[in-house]
């Protein structure tokens, strides 16, 4: 009885905190009425119907789920052919499908470091990265943001035989995008390995989609992370390197082993998705003609823009009421953003973050800047 009591306690005051902090979060229902400003789906190809009838058609061939984790008997040939087109899309030698972008996040650094491995970790990585390090038994550092000089300080210092250099590439909630060359030079000059989790670069930079990572071999790059569930449009994510790399998370992360594979549909799905990407550039194109629209008429209006050229466009507000206050004036103009706010971001820095996607029209992006125009204006003295 006691205990119990004491469990409900802890729950009431973990509540209690939280909403005292106002950070107490709902879930709404996405009825799918709004225009889409919050979401990931860069390229549209959730929406995609050739996307859709590779998923269905793949459920068709291959069953509704894959029946048994990679190790034991759910490795099907679609898996298979999925793992060997996200190799050369990557040009690496080998990539690995994991079932969510986190669960790779902590399967490749529980898999990889330990108690003898420091971590050096970008101070705006994204959380998943953070808990992965955290699973492996590593000694955890951050350095400031994309700041090469400060990695450089916190590595020389570093006593840890093994070292190893984690970042996102396109950073989640603010939109820059990592110095790739720059932590590549630094991680070799100190004999550490580098990772890069391009989540939300894949697809969406470079002339071909190969993301802030594209041009970067193995060598400079060796642990390579990408997710499917944003411009790819499914669920779902890889790592992608050497062979024996490779080959050493297949057996020892446990993310991988002990569980489920992701079902043959999604698979399927993503194989048609990746084509499209290959082969449609319009899509990135439009894109990117959004992105530049929007920063340029953004600016016209004094919106409180941050230095991104990727589709996600943060408006920085700095206070939680203020981003809340935005927020909910844009739904009701039938506009949905995200409101991020600490612990999602540090505090004092909350923000709307605005994302643009090629699924958006002209029309769409000025009802936004219309309905952030108003927000602006009725909180002007
Ligand atoms: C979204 C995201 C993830 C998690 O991927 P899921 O497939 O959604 O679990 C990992 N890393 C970064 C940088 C992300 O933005």
Redesign the pocket.
């Known amino acids: 009885m006691q205990v119990s009591e004491a469990w409900q306690q802890r729950l009431v005051s973990a509540r209690e905190q939280r909403l005292a902090q106002k950070r107490w979060r709902s879930r709404r229902v996405n009825e799918g009425g709004m225009r889409d400003f919050a979401g990931?789906d860069y390229l549209g190809l959730a929406h995609d119907p050739r996307v859709q009838a590779a998923q269905s058609e793949g459920a068709r061939r291959f069953g509704a789920g894959a029946g048994a984790s990679h190790l034991v008997s759910g490795h099907l040939s679609v898996h298979e052919a999925l793992e060997e087109a996200l190799a050369e899309w990557t040009g690496r030698p080998r990539a690995l499908l994991f079932s969510?972008?986190?669960?790779a996040?902590l399967g490749v650094l529980q898999a990889l470091a330990d108690a003898q491995t420091a971590i050096f970790h970008d101070r705006l990585n994204?959380a998943?990265?953070l808990d992965g390090a955290t699973l492996s038994g590593a000694r955890s550092r951050r350095y400031h943001h994309r700041d090469a000089d400060d990695l450089t300080r916190l590595l020389a210092r570093s006593e840890r035989q093994y070292k190893l250099v984690v970042s996102?590439g396109v950073f989640?909630m603010d939109g820059d995008i990592a110095d790739i060359h720059a932590l590549a030079e630094v991680s070799h000059r100190h004999g550490a390995w580098l990772m890069i989790?391009d989540?939300?670069g894949l697809g969406v930079l470079g002339e071909k989609g190969h993301g802030c990572v594209g041009g970067f071999s193995s060598h400079d790059v060796p642990i390579l992370?990408g997710?499917?569930?944003?411009a790819l449009g499914t669920?779902?994510?890889f790592v992608a390197g050497d062979t024996a790399l490779i080959e050493h998370i297949t057996q020892f992360a446990r993310s991988y082993v002990y569980t489920t594979a992701q079902p043959p549909s999604i698979a399927a799905a993503t194989l048609k998705a990746l084509t499209i990407v290959q082969h449609e550039p319009e899509h990135r194109q439009r894109l990117h003609r959004h992105i530049a629209y929007f920063r340029k008429q953004a600016r016209a209006l004094a919106l409180p823009l941050g230095d991104s050229t990727t589709p996600i466009q943060p408006l920085l507000l700095g206070s939680e009421a203020r981003t809340l206050a935005w927020a909910t004036q844009l739904a009701q103009h039938g506009i949905s953003v995200g409101a991020i706010r600490p612990p999602t971001v540090p505090n004092g820095e909350a923000r709307l973050r605005i994302t643009l996607s090629a699924r958006h029209t002209r029309h769409d992006i000025d009802r936004l800047l219309e309905g952030l125009d108003v927000c602006q204006r009725e909180e002007a003295p």
């Open positions: 990931n969510t972008g986190y669960m996040n994204h998943s990265l996102d989640s989790d989540a939300h992370v997710t499917l569930g944003k669920a779902g994510a």
